[in-house]
């Protein structure tokens, strides 16, 4: 049977832990309703974006917006200097990921075109290219945040190849490139509480990550009453 990429939702208390008397899973019980794993691949947060978004937009008025900023981020690669042959057929895929989302009323066609490896890893690799392209394309605001000998070496490296964990810089860079709102919920540390990020900050959440030893699953907050 061939490996899922994203998988069903499931109850928040499948994420609990043996010994569910710590205070961040029950915190995190009390504010979540439901999980989606996502595979650990080393793409889990770009999987988890590009599913999220669209799962979170359709038969909502922000698809359309969503739909447009994809249909513009193509020249976005292309002002990095990004070759359009390298992402043309990437950039196909994902565009027609979108639309087919459009139509798909219950999800299903989502979650099927999300575990299927070829449409699923070219959806994340050209987000990757995006991610690149827009660190790139401010790099006055991003170049003092990497640790590479420069910003353009660190995209090739980190950012662009398959299988590189993200970090907040990326997490950051894409959020702005989508234009939409992640809350990282994480699990680590010692403080006893869950640690929320926000970025950009003080705007409504559009998806919601649980974040748990350098991975990143879906997360669905209880609906209010």
Avoid: W
């Amino acid at each position: 049977m061939e490996e899922k990429y994203i998988f069903e939702q499931q109850e928040i208390s499948t994420a609990l832990p043996d010994n569910p008397e710590d205070r961040k899973y029950q915190e995190l019980y009390t504010q979540y309703a439901l999980i989606r794993r996502i595979r650990g691949d080393g793409n889990c947060f770009y999987r988890a974006v590009a599913f999220g978004c669209l799962e979170s937009f359709r038969n909502t008025e922000g698809m359309q917006m969503f739909r447009d900023t994809v249909l513009r981020s193509s020249k976005v690669l292309t002002i990095s200097g990004i070759s359009e042959d390298r992402f043309r057929a990437l950039f196909s895929t994902f565009v027609n990921v979108v639309e087919r989302s459009e139509a798909d009323a219950h999800g299903n066609t989502l979650l099927e075109m999300f575990n299927e490896q070829t449409t699923s890893d070219s959806v994340v690799q050209y987000l990757r290219f995006l991610t690149s392209a827009h660190l790139q394309n401010h790099s006055e605001r991003f170049q003092h945040f990497v640790e590479a000998p420069n910003l353009k070496a660190y995209c090739t490296q980190e950012v662009e190849t398959m299988a590189m964990e993200c970090d907040h810089v990326e997490i950051l860079a894409l959020s702005e490139a989508l234009g939409v709102t992640i809350r990282i919920v994480s699990v680590e540390g010692g403080s006893g509480s869950l640690v929320f990020h926000t970025i950009p900050e003080e705007v409504e959440a559009t998806l919601h990550l649980l974040y748990k030893n350098s991975h990143y699953d879906l997360l669905y907050p209880v609906s209010p009453h």
